[in-house]
């Protein structure tokens, strides 16, 4: 699963990016050129695993993660190849969401491509570009689909009528994520504004209401999320010692952004966490939600899916709040659970299996 950091140059991207690697547990982090993506594997910060290890006594913690791609900057006409566009387009393709950092911060040091600080002209250049790129690729699969269609191809005639709803969306200058199920039926041409979005207000020290407030409204028209960030600071802070961030940010009043920024990405793209626990590991696995039991216990091991049995849960906040296993199977907290339980987030799971 990939976020796909977004935006037009100089408004923060690699900032922000670097900042997610450095604050986060980097993985992976591949060199960056002028073409290809800069990608990081980013620890989700997690409490509740915290709480788990500490309560096991765990060896070894191990965190959920979640990837972000450092794509380069977007020009106007980046849709026609401007900026090697169409190398870029092609990048955010691969992604599963977008995360478009606007700049609100005022910089004489960094020059707007611009000339001034417009996040309404910024996400309008930067999301036409993307509703294009939709446009001239729906446009071209119209007519083979129509060709197949009056060889009464019975995919096609299903598949028509979401095509030419899709046309109408972008001509009209609709993202097609703001209908879900037409995204759904059209999902294997990975269309861009069919991706999950959050905008991120990368802003000074004494952001602009208004500038926030344009981009709140182009989330709500959209179907998407916004998140609030001082990049420059989240750097600055990072920079300090784990136990000086936790009491600089307590002096402040300032939670991490970053962390905001992490979690946000997770609800985009529709992911949970269930947990297994014990003295050797206390373990964070990611799952989509509405994941049944065997397909979770599949993440740990397939033998564990193909030889399914039940699957032995309670929730993390039971535990928290009646401290050991023992209280919980007292109070009928430990369930166990067969092949249609959905699992959920913060589950804490032992699957029984049998190969």
């Not at 070894?60 to 900026?83: H, N, Q, W």
């Not at 993307?130 to 019975?154: G, H, I």
């Not at 947990?275 to 939600?289: C, D, L, V």
Request: hydrophobic share 40%; charged share 25%.
């Amino acid at each position: 699963m990939e976020i796909g950091i977004v935006g037009l140059p100089n408004v923060g991207k690699s900032s922000l990016f670097n900042a997610l690697t450095k604050a986060g547990a980097q993985a992976s982090n591949f060199p960056f050129t002028t073409i290809e993506p800069n990608v990081g594997i980013v620890e989700v910060p997690d409490q509740r695993l915290d709480f788990l290890v500490a309560t096991y006594g765990s060896a070894k913690r191990v965190p959920a993660t979640i990837k972000f791609v450092d794509i380069a900057g977007l020009v106007k006409g980046a849709s026609a190849g401007e900026g090697l566009g169409n190398t870029f387009l092609s990048h955010i393709r691969s992604c599963d969401a977008i995360a478009e950092v606007v700049r609100v911060f005022e910089d004489q040091n960094v020059i707007h491509v611009s000339g001034k600080v417009d996040p309404d002209d910024d996400i309008t250049t930067i999301n036409t570009e993307l509703l294009l790129a939709d446009l001239e690729q729906v446009t071209a699969a119209v007519k083979s689909v129509e060709d197949r269609a009056k060889r009464q191809d019975k995919d096609a005639l299903k598949l028509l009528p979401n095509i030419k709803k899709a046309v109408a969306m972008l001509e009209n200058e609709t993202p097609l994520r703001t209908d879900p199920a037409l995204c759904s039926e059209l999902s294997s041409y990975n269309f861009l504004t069919a991706k999950p979005l959050m905008y991120i207000a990368n802003v000074s020290e004494n952001p602009s209401n208004d500038h926030i407030g344009i981009i709140v409204a182009h989330a709500k028209k959209e179907g998407a999320q916004v998140v609030v960030i001082s990049v420059k600071a989240e750097l600055e802070i990072i920079e300090l010692p784990d136990e000086e961030q936790a009491e600089f940010r307590q002096e402040l009043g300032v939670a991490s952004g970053l962390d905001e920024v992490i979690r946000a990405g997770y609800e985009l793209l529709q992911l949970e966490t269930f947990f297994t626990a014990g003295p050797t590991e206390g373990h964070a696995w990611t799952i989509t939600r509405g994941t049944k039991a065997p397909q979770a216990a599949g993440k740990i091991h397939t033998d564990f899916e193909k030889g399914f049995i039940r699957a032995q849960v309670f929730n993390v906040t039971d535990l928290q709040e009646l401290k050991s296993e023992s209280a919980i199977k007292a109070a009928g907290k430990l369930r166990s659970e067969g092949k249609d339980y959905t699992v959920r987030d913060g589950d804490v799971i032992e699957f029984l299996f049998n190969v």
